[in-house]
Protein backbone atom coordinates (compact mmCIF):
# COMPACT_ATOMS: atom_id res chain seq x y z
CA UNK A 1 0.00 0.00 0.00
CA UNK A 2 1.19 3.60 -0.79
CA UNK A 3 1.11 5.82 2.13
CA UNK A 4 0.04 8.76 0.53
CA UNK A 5 -2.55 7.49 -1.41
CA UNK A 6 -3.86 4.58 -0.32
CA UNK A 7 -3.19 2.46 -3.69
CA UNK A 8 -2.83 -0.79 -2.76
CA UNK A 9 -0.77 -2.03 -5.37
CA UNK A 10 -0.64 -5.98 -6.67
CA UNK A 11 1.69 -7.29 -5.27
CA UNK A 12 1.39 -10.98 -5.74
CA UNK A 13 1.69 -10.17 -9.72
CA UNK A 14 4.48 -8.26 -9.57
CA UNK A 15 6.06 -11.03 -7.60
CA UNK A 16 4.76 -13.91 -10.05
CA UNK A 17 6.50 -11.89 -13.44
CA UNK A 18 9.16 -10.92 -11.02
CA UNK A 19 10.07 -14.95 -10.63
CA UNK A 20 9.61 -15.83 -13.68
CA UNK A 21 12.73 -13.71 -14.39
CA UNK A 22 14.66 -14.66 -11.39
CA UNK A 23 14.53 -12.32 -9.20
CA UNK A 24 13.75 -12.19 -5.67
CA UNK A 25 11.01 -10.01 -4.59
CA UNK A 26 11.14 -8.03 -0.84
CA UNK A 27 8.08 -6.60 -0.14
CA UNK A 28 7.83 -3.15 2.41
CA UNK A 29 4.55 -3.91 3.92
CA UNK A 30 4.56 -0.94 6.54
CA UNK A 31 1.52 0.06 5.50
CA UNK A 32 -0.24 -2.54 4.75
CA UNK A 33 0.92 -5.10 7.67
CA UNK A 34 -2.27 -5.20 10.07
CA UNK A 35 -4.42 -2.67 7.85
CA UNK A 36 -5.34 -4.96 4.92
CA UNK A 37 -6.29 -8.67 5.08
CA UNK A 38 -3.45 -10.81 3.85
CA UNK A 39 -1.50 -13.60 4.31
CA UNK A 40 2.16 -12.99 3.75
CA UNK A 41 2.70 -16.22 1.78
CA UNK A 42 0.11 -15.60 -0.86
CA UNK A 43 2.26 -12.52 -2.01
CA UNK A 44 4.38 -14.64 -3.63
CA UNK A 45 7.80 -13.00 -2.31
CA UNK A 46 10.65 -14.19 -0.80
CA UNK A 47 11.11 -11.26 1.92
CA UNK A 48 8.49 -9.27 3.62
CA UNK A 49 9.53 -6.25 5.94
CA UNK A 50 7.45 -4.34 8.51
CA UNK A 51 7.45 -1.84 10.91
CA UNK A 52 5.22 -2.95 13.54
CA UNK A 53 3.83 0.67 15.06
CA UNK A 54 1.95 1.67 12.46
CA UNK A 55 -1.48 -0.27 11.82
CA UNK A 56 -0.42 -3.12 14.54
CA UNK A 57 -0.14 -0.43 17.31
CA UNK A 58 3.18 -1.73 18.75
CA UNK A 59 6.10 0.51 20.43
CA UNK A 60 8.14 2.45 18.06
CA UNK A 61 11.18 0.35 16.90
CA UNK A 62 9.54 -2.77 16.51
CA UNK A 63 9.37 -4.36 13.14
CA UNK A 64 9.24 -8.06 11.85
CA UNK A 65 11.68 -9.36 8.82
CA UNK A 66 9.50 -12.33 7.48
CA UNK A 67 11.76 -14.92 4.71
CA UNK A 68 11.14 -17.95 2.82
CA UNK A 69 12.76 -20.91 4.74
CA UNK A 70 14.75 -21.52 2.07
CA UNK A 71 16.61 -18.43 2.13
CA UNK A 72 17.52 -18.09 5.86
CA UNK A 73 20.71 -20.16 5.70
CA UNK A 74 22.00 -17.49 2.89
CA UNK A 75 21.64 -14.43 4.52
CA UNK A 76 23.70 -13.32 7.71
CA UNK A 77 22.51 -10.58 9.81
CA UNK A 78 24.54 -7.41 9.92
CA UNK A 79 25.82 -8.73 13.42
CA UNK A 80 25.61 -12.64 13.08
CA UNK A 81 25.35 -14.38 16.16
CA UNK A 82 27.39 -17.83 17.16
CA UNK A 83 25.52 -19.84 14.30
CA UNK A 84 25.19 -17.31 10.80
CA UNK A 85 25.10 -19.57 8.04
CA UNK A 86 22.30 -21.43 10.24
CA UNK A 87 18.96 -22.03 8.49
CA UNK A 88 16.77 -20.82 12.25
CA UNK A 89 15.20 -17.53 11.47
CA UNK A 90 15.75 -16.72 14.93
CA UNK A 91 19.47 -16.11 14.08
CA UNK A 92 18.67 -12.48 12.53
CA UNK A 93 17.05 -11.78 17.00
CA UNK A 94 21.05 -11.33 17.75
CA UNK A 95 21.38 -7.90 18.25
CA UNK A 96 23.12 -7.11 21.62
CA UNK A 97 21.36 -5.03 24.00
CA UNK A 98 17.75 -5.46 23.59
CA UNK A 99 14.72 -2.96 24.08
CA UNK A 100 12.70 -6.07 26.45
CA UNK A 101 9.81 -3.85 26.99
CA UNK A 102 9.36 -2.72 23.66
CA UNK A 103 9.62 -6.70 22.60
CA UNK A 104 7.31 -7.67 25.08
CA UNK A 105 4.37 -5.31 24.35
CA UNK A 106 4.15 -6.46 20.90
CA UNK A 107 2.33 -9.79 22.04
CA UNK A 108 -0.14 -6.98 23.71
CA UNK A 109 -0.51 -4.98 20.77
CA UNK A 110 -1.18 -7.73 18.56
CA UNK A 111 -4.03 -9.14 21.48
CA UNK A 112 -5.27 -5.83 20.69
CA UNK A 113 -5.56 -6.00 17.01
CA UNK A 114 -7.15 -9.60 17.40
CA UNK A 115 -9.70 -7.97 19.66
CA UNK A 116 -10.55 -5.79 17.29
CA UNK A 117 -10.64 -7.99 14.39
CA UNK A 118 -9.11 -7.82 10.86
CA UNK A 119 -12.24 -7.67 9.04
CA UNK A 120 -13.77 -5.38 11.65
CA UNK A 121 -10.73 -2.70 11.18
CA UNK A 122 -10.47 -2.92 7.44
CA UNK A 123 -14.07 -1.91 7.16
CA UNK A 124 -13.41 0.78 9.20
CA UNK A 125 -10.51 2.14 7.81
CA UNK A 126 -12.10 1.85 4.06
CA UNK A 127 -14.33 4.52 3.90
CA UNK A 128 -14.68 4.50 -0.28
CA UNK A 129 -17.65 2.34 -0.43
CA UNK A 130 -18.98 4.37 2.58
CA UNK A 131 -18.50 7.44 0.41
CA UNK A 132 -20.03 5.43 -3.32
CA UNK A 133 -23.27 5.03 -1.14
CA UNK A 134 -23.86 7.86 0.03
CA UNK A 135 -22.65 9.55 -3.18
CA UNK A 136 -25.66 7.46 -4.88
CA UNK A 137 -28.33 8.75 -2.54
CA UNK A 138 -27.17 12.38 -2.72
CA UNK A 139 -28.30 14.78 -5.10
CA UNK A 140 -26.39 18.32 -5.86
CA UNK A 141 -23.11 16.81 -4.98
CA UNK A 142 -20.65 16.29 -8.13
CA UNK A 143 -17.30 13.63 -7.29
CA UNK A 144 -14.80 14.29 -9.48
CA UNK A 145 -11.56 11.34 -10.31
CA UNK A 146 -8.60 12.36 -11.49
CA UNK A 147 -9.53 12.29 -15.52
CA UNK A 148 -12.19 15.12 -14.27
CA UNK A 149 -9.44 16.94 -12.07
CA UNK A 150 -6.94 17.01 -15.18
CA UNK A 151 -9.54 18.70 -17.56
CA UNK A 152 -11.00 21.30 -14.26
CA UNK A 153 -8.31 21.75 -12.43
CA UNK A 154 -5.18 20.75 -14.02
CA UNK A 155 -2.81 22.67 -11.01
CA UNK A 156 -4.20 20.15 -8.15
CA UNK A 157 -2.56 17.17 -9.92
CA UNK A 158 0.89 19.02 -10.42
CA UNK A 159 4.11 16.93 -9.20
CA UNK A 160 1.37 14.25 -8.01
CA UNK A 161 3.07 11.86 -10.21
CA UNK A 162 0.72 8.91 -11.75
CA UNK A 163 -0.93 8.04 -8.66
CA UNK A 164 -4.52 6.14 -8.76
CA UNK A 165 -6.42 8.04 -6.27
CA UNK A 166 -9.84 7.86 -5.59
CA UNK A 167 -11.84 11.06 -5.11
CA UNK A 168 -9.68 13.96 -4.89
CA UNK A 169 -12.43 16.79 -5.25
CA UNK A 170 -16.42 17.45 -5.02
CA UNK A 171 -18.09 20.74 -5.65
CA UNK A 172 -21.06 21.13 -4.05
CA UNK A 173 -24.51 22.78 -5.82
CA UNK A 174 -24.63 26.03 -5.03
CA UNK A 175 -20.64 26.45 -4.36
CA UNK A 176 -18.66 27.55 -7.11
CA UNK A 177 -14.73 26.84 -7.48
CA UNK A 178 -12.05 29.30 -8.76
CA UNK A 179 -8.58 28.50 -8.77
CA UNK A 180 -5.97 31.10 -7.45
CA UNK A 181 -3.03 30.74 -9.12
CA UNK A 182 -1.11 32.09 -5.73
CA UNK A 183 -2.12 28.88 -3.81
CA UNK A 184 -0.37 25.91 -4.26
Known amino acids: MVNW ?17 GILVMVDGAHSFAHLIF ?8 FFGTSLHKW ?26 PEPESDDIRK ?3 QGTR ?11 IDF ?18 WDRTRKRSTGIQFWCRRILQQRCPHH ?7 RTGYS ?12 PNHP
Open 169 to 180: QFPMEGSSYSYD
Open 113 to 130: HNSIGSERKFERLHLKQY
Open 92 to 94: FEH
Open 39 to 46: KIPDLECD
Open 56 to 81: LCAPFGTGMLWMKKEHIAKHWALFPG
Open 5 to 21: TGQVLPVAAIAKEAKKR
Open 157 to 163: LRNRGND
Open 99 to 109: DVPAELAIGQA
